[in-house]
């Protein structure tokens, strides 16, 4: 009760609308848009929601072809009908065609997040980009800001891989699981472990490395120390006497 009290108390303090929203409001009935009852295929055909989101539109437009309220003076209902919804109702369109590109409403899970999808789209149609290129979601300033000091979890790979990746990882571990299942390789698989078993193959293994490691610490210990100076050492090299030459008669 509280909750509609303050609702008609928001109601009454609010002016009234421009002409052009109450002829597109008087237009459509109250309890035809409640009784009715909703048919989900039909709301998710493409006309029905070309129809929605034009009505969406024609009141958007019928709103900001008045004179605009002051941004700073207007209640939050005009603000929103003149500031927010004009831009932000295009977006969601594109949102809901991408959503349907990437198959949301398909799939449980998806790798397509809807606010990332939308702040590219805002950021990009920003009328002060107009002449700028492109920029990727990631790419944005404050997007790469916020991701250094809030890092994401990694996406799993289920949801990076395409249909036909992600058919051929299945198919190829369907077809391993098959040939593991014979019972010829089965002995062959019991018949490798007990040798290894029997030739202690885990410890010699271990010990070789160990070995190894053991190798490549002094080598690199070696390299480490410094090299003796023998720059106190200096080798002179003077040319020979000359000889004496006599000549002859």
């Not at 024609?58 to 939050?76: L, N, V, W």
């Not at 030739?199 to 010990?207: H, M, Q, R, T």
């Amino acid at each position: 009760m509280l909750c509609f009290f303050l609702l008609s108390e928001y109601e009454a303090e609010q002016p009234t609308f421009p002409d052009g929203y109450e002829s597109k409001q008087e237009s459509v009935s109250l309890e035809a848009g409640i009784l009715q009852p909703l048919c989900m295929e039909q709301f998710y055909t493409a006309s029905a929601a070309n129809t929605v989101g034009q009505q969406f539109l024609s009141i958007c437009e019928a709103t900001t072809s008045s004179e605009p309220p002051d941004p700073k003076t207007c209640s939050p209902r005009e603000y929103l009908e003149y500031y927010i919804f004009p831009i932000l109702l295009p977006g969601m369109a594109e949102l809901l065609h991408q959503a349907k590109k990437e198959k949301c409403f398909e799939r449980k899970r998806t790798k397509f997040i809807a606010c990332d999808f939308l702040t590219e789209w805002l950021y990009n149609q920003n009328p002060k980009r107009k002449d700028e290129s492109f920029t990727e979601f990631f790419s944005i300033p404050f997007v790469s800001d916020w991701l250094k000091d809030h890092p994401r979890p990694p996406i799993p790979l289920s949801l990076l891989l395409s249909e036909e990746e992600a058919s051929k990882v299945i198919q190829s571990f369907w077809r391993g699981y098959r040939v593991r299942c014979d019972p010829e390789v089965q002995e062959l698989r019991e018949w490798q472990k007990q040798l290894r078993e029997d030739k202690n193959v885990i410890k010699n293994l271990k010990e070789f490395w160990m070995k190894q490691e053991a190798k490549v610490g002094s080598k690199l210990e070696d390299s480490e120390e410094p090299t003796p100076n023998h720059s106190r050492f200096l080798l002179v090299l003077s040319p020979p006497p000359p000889q004496n030459t006599e000549v002859m008669d």
